[in-house]
């Protein structure tokens, strides 16, 4: 039985991810899909404060929150899964799970950004594939929009500009 990991994060790019998980699925039902839903930890300064009761159950309602319209969609067409979550680095935490899970390989839903941006951003995917040895199949998500494409590439393009002036003077 092959065994797929689908991060999903609540995005419309792990919506796509489930959507090539689907169509795998419907040629070889023998696939055992995980989802994963990995939540930031919280900071020391917030876990001094309130107790760890608490703060699982914030965890636990927000993967619920992100995995709901997954399990709406696979529940739809009778596709049986498996639900994991995870508190900690994402790229690191879905490596992680991987290989515990011994997966055959990970379907991740990926937004579309040029190189630049994801060098300076940093990309899930990008760590992912530095991270494990599973074969990882990135499946590209919406379109960028108009301010993706241009706004943050001038601001980003601008802010260098602004350092050259500022170094030159």
């Known amino acids: 039985m092959l065994k797929v990991l689908v991060p999903v994060d609540g995005s419309s790019n792990s919506l796509h991810a489930v959507r090539h998980v689907l169509i795998e699925f419907r040629r070889n ?13 919280f900071s ?24 709901r319209p997954t399990r709406q ?36 839903g990926t937004a579309r950004k040029n190189s630049l941006i994801r060098t300076i951003e940093g ?3 990008t760590k992912v594939l530095e991270l494990t040895t599973v074969p990882v199949i990135a499946v590209a998500g919406d379109l960028p929009s108009t301010w ?22």
Not at 29 to 41: E, S
């Open 29 to 41: 039902p023998a696939i055992d899909i995980h989802l994963l839903n990995v939540q930031p930890p």
């Open 44 to 67: 020391s300064y917030v876990t001094r404060w309130i107790d760890r009761k608490t703060i699982n159950e914030a965890h636990v309602e927000a993967s619920e929150q992100a995995l």
């Open 73 to 108: 969609m696979l529940d739809e067409v009778c596709v049986p899964y498996s639900v994991h979550r995870a508190v900690g680095g994402k790229a690191s935490s879905i490596a992680d799970f991987a290989r515990r899970l011994g997966c055959d390989h990970i379907v991740i």
């Open 123 to 125: 990309s899930v995917t």
């Open 148 to 169: 993706e494409r241009y706004g943050i590439q001038l601001g980003v393009s601008g802010g260098l500009a602004w350092l050259v002036v500022a170094a030159l003077e």
